[in-house]
């Protein structure tokens, strides 16, 4: 088979966390079972459930506390699901929970810029440092020091991150524009319909021609 490409580890990476402002208000938070309202920055954990993908949105507080952590691998099972290789024992990860006792991981140890990325997103997105993140006190301090220089966004990063999801540039959180109503109509005696304070429109009565003149009576000679 053909070896990966930076893409498919693009790809990977991009299916398995999306970070975005929340459309509408009709998504609650799986962790709190808070409502995400329109505008409120979101993270989705996509995984397979009854045989299909779906999407699981929590807000980035409750995906920072009960969502996601740090860890070194307890053995060599599971796979880096954007590596899609083995992790050795003893080996840095994040955990990204997928349901009450399930993860999926990602291998922080390995070079793998993808997967550095990905946690440098969910931090933007929560406005949040490394840090923040569940286990971080735990790890050893060469563990820590690899996640504060890989896993840290710079500045730039977080400006980016800003501005690409900043609610005016999806169209959320702006008023929404009331079209004009439609013009008076003009009535047949050239006067425009008036509107009274109730919103509705006046009727004007038709124009209405004069009688006839009355016919003079010729005089007798």
Partial sequence: PMPDSPADFRRRADGLITCERARSGRSTCVSSGEPIAAGQMRIGVTSWRMGRSCVAWQTTKSFLKNGCFLENAKNGAASCKV??????KGCLRFAI???KDTQMYVRLDAGIRETEELVRRVLCAAEAKPIDIVGMDALSEDDRKTILRTCTPSAKERADFRKQ???????????VATPPGPAASATGNGKKAERRPGGKRAQTPPAVAPPPAPKRKRRAA
């Fill in 83 to 88: 590596a899609l290789s083995k992790m050795p």
């Fill in 165 to 175: 999801h900043a609610a005016g540039a999806l169209g959320l959180g702006s008023p």
């Fill in 97 to 99: 929970k997928t349901s």
